[in-house]
T-cell receptor, first 114, second 111 residues
Framework: GAVVSQHPSWVICKSGTSVKIECRSL??????MFWYRQFPKQSLMLMAT?????????EQGVEKDKFLINHASLTLSTLTVTSAHPEDSSFYIC??????????FGQGTRLTVV | DAKTTQPTSMDCAEGRAANLPCNHS???????VYWYRQIHSQGPQYIIH???NNETNEMASLIITEDRKSSTLILPHATLRDTAVYYC????????????FGKGTRLHILP
């Protein structure tokens, strides 16, 4: 089946710095990708919809200036957590779909801000 | 998308069939039932989906009631590796829309 790959799998950064997470669709083109965040023992929470060639659409309560999303090509979307703080520590997951049947999810990126 | 209701958690003995129920009483005629699972510290994995007929693949079977208001995911011979959170989701197909996850069912496979 189709594969979605995230990089890095885990990252530790200092408070106040920015971190970029990449999401790639490896064998299909995705005009739309989605970014989720998951805190321990909770479900996935949708953060934003990443649209190729246009601005991302953010869910209510998600700060667009803090979580910058760029979808510059049909196979790559990036999420940049700017000025990270310890409360941003979480598991970030992306997904993409060929638009027909199932969505495919990346393996996730565990961000720890110290 | 229609809302789904699932039990918070379930236990199943290794080697037995795991039957995970899902209620989706407000499902509309064009919406499919999807099942995903999330093993700890991994991204969700697609399992199966269906519209009205029962479906089977190499991972599981999906039984949808005739009125489509509920469904059951069946893992025929559960193994310890099936321990995960299972999400039942109702979606339009073809889809390019977002998936909103509920709380799912935490399935524990017991040795």
């Amino acid at each position: 089946g189709a594969v979605v790959s995230q990089h890095p799998s885990w990252v530790i950064c200092k408070s106040g710095t920015s971190v970029k997470i990449e999401c790639r669709s490896l064998d299909f083109q995705a005009t739309t990708m989605f970014w989720y965040r998951q805190f321990p023992k909770q479900s996935l929470m949708l953060m934003a919809t990443s649209n190729e060639g246009s601005k991302a659409t953010y869910e209510q309560g998600v700060e667009k200036d803090k979580f910058l999303i760029n979808h510059a090509s049909l196979t790559l979307s990036t999420l940049t957590v700017t000025s990270a703080h310890p409360e941003d520590s979480s598991f970030y997951i992306c997904s993409a779909s060929e638009g027909v049947d199932e969505a495919f999810f990346g393996q996730g990126t565990r961000l720890t801000v110290v | 998308d229609a809302k789904t209701t699932q039990p918070t958690s379930m236990d199943c003995a290794e080697g037995r069939a795991a039957n995970l129920p899902c209620n989706h009483s407000t499902i509309s005629g064009n919406e499919y039932v999807y099942w995903y699972r999330q093993i700890h510290s991994q991204g969700p994995q697609y399992i199966i989906h269906g519209l009205k007929n029962n479906e089977t693949n190499e991972m599981a079977s999906l039984i949808i009631t005739e009125d489509r208001k509920s469904s059951t995911l069946i893992l025929p011979h559960a193994t310890l590796r099936d321990t995960a959170v299972y999400y039942c989701i109702v979606l339009w197909v073809p889809r390019d829309d977002k998936i909103i996850f509920g709380k799912g069912t935490r399935l524990h496979i017991l040795p």
